[in-house]
C-alpha cells in the first residue's frame, strides 16, 4: 500500500542475477520481476539488457513519484596537521548526484559543537571534487569536529565527522648563566634558542630562558624539561631541586663548559647523573 525509499546505497546488478537464478528454477510460464526505486542514478552500473530474466517481464515502481530530488554528499574526508604550524587541514570529497549545477553551496567547519569556519563551493551535475579547510585548534586533547554541507534532500549524507588529538605542547626551561650584556651569539643557549624557535619546534614546544639566579626563584614543577647550557654556573645548592625534578618524571639536559675540570663534575654531580667524565 505504501512504500518509501531509503537513504543507503545499493547494487542492482546482483539483484537481477538472483532474478535470473529464481526464474530460471520456475516451471511457470508467467515470469514477472517487479523492481522499486527511485531512479537515482547511482547502483545500475554494469547492467545490460540480457540482465533481465529471459522469457521474464520488468515492471518499475518509481517511488520518487516523477519528483527530481536532488542530494549532494561529502565523504572521504581526511585530517592532518601542517607540518611546522599549528594548523589543522581537514578535507572532504563532495559530489552532486543531482541534474542541475549547484552554486554557493555552504560548507560549515565545527569544533566542539561550534562553527569555527565557513566557505562556499560551486558544483555542476554529476561532479565530485575535493575541498579544504583550515583550523588552528586551540588546547590539548581531543577535539571532536564535523564538516556540515548545506541541507537537501537526503541530510543523511551531508556531514563528515571526525576526530582530532591535540598534543600537550612541552614546556622547556632554559638556564643560562652567561653573563648579562654578552651578545646573543655568544651566549651558552645561543644555539639551544635558535633551534627551539624552528618552526617545527613551535609547534610542539614552548621554552623560556632563565638566569641561575631566576630558576632559583621559579615554580620548576611547570616545566617539562631543564635545559643546563653550562652546568659550572650552578651550585651544590641546586642539586636538591635538580633531583626532585627528575624523580617526578621530568627530563634534564646538561652540558658543561671547556672551563668545567672533569674530576669536579664527578665528585659534585655523581649523584645526579651516574656518569664518569674523563
Not at 581537514?90 to 559530489?95: C, H, R
Not at 591535540?166 to 633551534?195: C, E, M, N
Not at 651550585?235 to 626532585?244: A, G, H, I, T, V
Amino acid at each position: 500500500e505504501e512504500a518509501k525509499q531509503g537513504y543507503l546505497s545499493t547494487c542492482l546488478k546482483p539483484a537481477f542475477e538472483e532474478a535470473r537464478r529464481i526464474l530460471g528454477e520456475e516451471n511457470n510460464r508467467l515470469k514477472r520481476v517487479f523492481l522499486f526505486t527511485d531512479l537515482a542514478r547511482n547502483g545500475w552500473e554494469g547492467i545490460k539488457g540480457e540482465d533481465i530474466p529471459e522469457g521474464a517481464s520488468l515492471t518499475v515502481f518509481d517511488l520518487s513519484r516523477g519528483k527530481p530530488w536532488f542530494n549532494r554528499e561529502v565523504k572521504n574526508g581526511g585530517v592532518r596537521r601542517i607540518a611546522g604550524e599549528e594548523t589543522t587541514e581537514i578535507s572532504v570529497a563532495i559530489q552532486n548526484y543531482s541534474l542541475k549545477n549547484e552554486k554557493e553551496i555552504p560548507l560549515s567547519l565545527i569544533i566542539d559543537g561550534k562553527k569555527v569556519a565557513q566557505k562556499f563551493s560551486d558544483l555542476k551535475a554529476g561532479e565530485r571534487k575535493r575541498e579544504k579547510m583550515y583550523h588552528r585548534i586551540s588546547g590539548s586533547g581531543y577535539h571532536f569536529g564535523e564538516l556540515r554541507m548545506d541541507s537537501d534532500f537526503l541530510d543523511v549524507d551531508n556531514s563528515w565527522y571526525f576526530v582530532v588529538h591535540q598534543p600537550k605542547k612541552i614546556s622547556v626551561l632554559v638556564i643560562d648563566g652567561s653573563p648579562v650584556g654578552l651578545p646573543a651569539h655568544q651566549k651558552s643557549s645561543y644555539y639551544i634558542r635558535l633551534a627551539l624557535a624552528s618552526p617545527r619546534a613551535l609547534s610542539t614546544l614552548s621554552s623560556e630562558v632563565v638566569s641561575p639566579f631566576q630558576w632559583r626563584e621559579m615554580a620548576i614543577e611547570d616545566y617539562d624539561v631543564l635545559v643546563v647550557t653550562d652546568l659550572s654556573q650552578l651550585s651544590l645548592e641546586d642539586r636538591p631541586r635538580l633531583l626532585r625534578f627528575l624523580r617526578r618524571g621530568g627530563g634534564v639536559f646538561i652540558f658543561h663548559s671547556a672551563k668545567h675540570e672533569p674530576e669536579e663534575y664527578n665528585r659534585t654531580w655523581s649523584s645526579l647523573l651516574p656518569v664518569i667524565y674523563r
